[in-house]
């Protein structure tokens, strides 16, 4: 059973520009979850799709946006990127019984110049 | 609001002995607890769980405490290996029952000495 599948693994972007960033999760789940790794912040959740609907949204501001496909693949969106951005951005996925893990991707690099 | 914490941003132990990582949370509603450890530059990778009806859960050399009175839990490592040697999250599922929203602590890097 394939995993969990972020591309690209790496990014440069300068600032001012968009990138978008996505997400196959194992076959089967439908959730699909979105963090920010920065070496202050820790993880912090960004938001979950559940059924190509946005069920859960962390505390981001607008520029992060994101969708998901009636296959449960997932992008997220960053518009008019900061050097802020800059972090490891990580996707999991999460089956439907209640009390399961999520399994996390290798997540994509993104690097603000 | 630091819901889930880790106060020790670091751990170091001898091979072969315990590790002993902890974990706070302030939110009385989390009732699924997990713990992940992640090497750098790759995702996280879970360890193991628990649900807030048990106070303990066992799975191999990883043991998860939960104290729900304190809002604790810990996570035993024994014995502990080189290979154990890397950065561990706590995690809360959110509120609202079954989603994937998790909440994670800052992380203890932990270094098992040979």
């Known amino acids: 059973k394939a995993g969990v599948t972020q591309t690209p693994r790496y990014l440069i972007k300068t600032r001012g520009q968009q990138v978008t960033l996505s997400c196959s999760p194992i076959?089967?789940?439908?959730?699909v979850s979105w963090y920010q790794q920065t070496p202050g912040q820790g993880l912090q959740f960004l938001f979950e799709y559940f059924s190509e609907t946005q069920r859960n949204k962390g505390n981001f501001p607008g520029r992060f946006s994101g969708r998901q496909f009636s296959n449960s693949r997932s992008e997220m969106n960053v518009s008019t990127l900061e050097l802020g951005d800059s972090a490891l951005y990580l996707c999991a996925s999460k089956g439907a019984a209640m009390n399961t893990e999520a399994f996390f991707g290798q997540g994509t690099r993104l690097t603000v110049v | 609001d630091q819901q889930v914490k880790q106060n020790s941003p670091s751990l170091s132990v001898q091979e072969g002995r315990i590790s002993i990582l902890n974990c706070d949370y302030t939110n009385s509603m989390f009732d699924y607890f997990l713990w992940y450890k992640k090497y750098p530059a790759e995702g996280p990778t879970f360890l193991i769980s628990i649900s807030s009806i048990k106070d303990k859960n066992e799975d191999g050399r990883f043991t998860v405490f939960l104290n729900k009175s304190a809002k604790h839990l810990s996570l035993h490592i024994v014995p502990s290996q080189p290979g154990d040697s890397a950065v561990y999250f706590c995690?809360?599922?959110?509120?609202?029952?079954?989603?994937?929203?998790?909440?994670f602590g800052q992380g203890t890097t932990l270094q098992v000495k040979p």
């Open positions: 076959s089967g789940h439908r959730s």
């Open positions: 995690a809360a599922r959110g509120e609202g029952g079954n989603t994937g929203k998790l909440i």
